[in-house]
Each structure stands twice: as structure tokens, then as C-alpha cells.
């Protein structure tokens, strides 16, 4: 049994300089199977891990999936608590070229020095796959304005497979990469009617969606347009357009990956899933 915490749920600059949303990103915990992950340490992910009784230092892979501070800032920071205060090579890293040695548009976002402190470093290139603490991993494709960002699919033991999809539009043959999942979280910016290259909005993802059927969708990382706009309305009209049940994510809320894909509550101090439902 999996556990998806949503350490923030703003993405973009002014949801992010404003913490309108927060932008600490998602974990990844089973308990039993030894699994956590975090997944776009975007600014808050260390504050907010404290905060939620999520140990840091509990973490086990950190996943980067481009080169903007609204996924990457708190890496560093991660990657410290990690490696039980760079005193022990410790865990995964698991992030786009552009994290690890920067391209034409954006700087690297880890250090040399950072990059150095895992255990292992995986660059992630689109249609590589690798395996992180029993979960099989894949590296998807994104349409971003880092040219280098990925998109994850993991295969769980007893679940399916779900996706994240960072910032991206719409681009033909997402199928290739997303088609069959349980579960996909989107990265939705803007809402519908609010085109912006490189970015996805409610009109895009409904596109997505169609094209990928998954059971279930999520979205995530919402710019002020959207938060103001409400992604609960955005989401019930991905809903209705595509049938597939949609949720916005809100900032500490818990999914549970078992036999059904349970939403929980807020995650508060102490995380005992007897309070799963409360
Ligand atoms: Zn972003
Ligand atoms: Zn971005």
C-alpha cells in the first residue's frame, strides 16, 4: 500500500513568490516496503516536511523533473537530510539532464558538491527505465520550456501504474508514454481558455486525458489564474468533458494507492492512517 502526500499544490512564479499555494511537491511513502520518495522539492519542501512529521531524513529518492525552482529549490536541502547530513553517501537522485548539467536555457539546479552525496544518480532521459526501491520506474515525455523535462510512470506491486506529468502542453503521443495508468497527475497551470506555450491548461489536459483514459486523473501545481479561477471547478469540467473522475489536489492532502484510489483528508501532525478518513 502506497501513500502520495501533496507537500503543495502551486506551481509557477507568482503562486510561488506569494506561497498562495505551496510548492513543497509529493511524497511517496509505503512504510512496509521501505518506499520514499519525493518527488519536485519545489520551494517549502523542507519547511513543510518538517511541519507534516514527514522526516526528511527518512527520504530515500529524490526525483527532479526539470530545472525551474518551482520543482528543484529544496533539492539541495533534501539531498542533505538524505545523506544523514552529507555524513553518509545515501540514496537516489534521480533528475533531468538539465538538473544535473544544465542546457542552453537553464543552469544545472544541483550542485557538483550535492551531486556528489547520493548513493546513486540517475539522469533521467525520456524512455529510459530503472527500478527504485522495488517500484519500476520510466521516464516520460514533456513539452516544457526546459527543453530537458521528464515526466515519471511507476509500476506498483499489487496497485498499477501511475504518472506524474510536470509542466508541459499538450503534445500528440502521450499515449506512448501515459496510456494505461490507474492513476495520473497533471501539472495544470491555467485554466481553460488561457493558453500559454509550454504549459498545460484545464483545455489540455482534457486533451490529455481523452487521449490516455486513465481511472483516475489529479490535478496539481496551479498558477494564480487557476487558484483564483477554482481548480475544483476546473476539475469537475475535465470531469464532464472526459467522464474520467478528476480531483484538484489541496495543499497536505493524502491519496492512498491500494485496491481503490482513496482520497483522504489533510495530513496533520502525525500521520496514522487511522486517521486516514477523518
Ligand atoms: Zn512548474
Ligand atoms: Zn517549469
Request: with cysteine.
Amino acid at each position: 500500500m502506497l501513500e502520495l502526500i501533496f507537500l503543495g499544490t502551486g506551481g509557477g512564479r507568482f503562486a510561488t513568490i506569494t506561497q498562495k499555494r505551496r510548492t513543497g511537491g509529493i511524497r511517496l511513502i509505503s512504510e512496509q516496503d521501505k518506499v520514499n520518495i519525493h518527488i519536485d522539492p519545489g520551494p517549502g519542501a523542507l519547511i513543510y516536511s518538517l511541519e507534516m512529521g514527514l522526516d526528511p531524513q527518512k527520504i530515500r529518492a529524490i526525483f527532479v523533473s526539470h530545472s525551474h525552482i518551482d520543482h528543484a529549490n529544496d533539492a539541495e536541502p533534501l539531498i542533505e537530510a538524505m545523506s544523514e547530513g552529507t555524513v553518509r553517501k545515501r540514496g537516489i537522485l534521480v533528475a533531468s539532464k538539465s538538473v544535473l548539467r544544465g542546457n542552453d536555457i537553464c543552469e544545472s539546479s544541483i550542485s557538483k558538491y550535492h551531486q556528489a552525496m547520493p548513493e546513486k544518480v540517475i539522469e533521467a532521459s525520456v524512455g529510459s527505465s530503472f527500478e527504485v526501491d522495488g517500484l519500476e520506474v520510466s521516464v516520460c515525455r514533456a513539452v516544457h520550456s526546459d527543453p530537458d523535462t521528464v515526466g515519471f510512470r511507476f509500476n506498483v506491486k499489487d496497485f498499477g501504474s501511475f504518472a506524474y506529468m510536470p509542466d508541459s502542453e499538450y503534445f500528440s503521443g502521450a499515449s506512448n508514454f501515459y496510456s494505461g495508468l490507474r492513476l495520473i497527475i497533471l501539472s495544470v497551470l491555467r485554466p481553460s481558455g488561457q493558453p500559454w506555450e509550454g504549459h498545460m491548461t484545464t483545455d489540455d489536459a482534457i486533451k490529455i486525458i481523452e487521449e490516455v483514459r486513465p481511472e483516475m486523473a489529479i490535478i496539481t501545481h496551479f498558477g494564480m489564474q487557476m487558484i483564483y479561477k477554482g481548480p475544483e471547478r476546473e476539475a469537475e469540467l475535465i470531469e464532464k468533458k472526459t467522464g474520467v473522475p478528476t480531483k484538484a489536489a489541496f495543499d497536505g492532502m493524502r491519496v492512498l494507492l491500494s485496491k481503490e484510489i482513496i482520497v483522504g483528508r489533510r495530513v496533520g501532525k502525525g500521520r496514522d492512517l487511522t486517521s486516514f478518513f477523518g
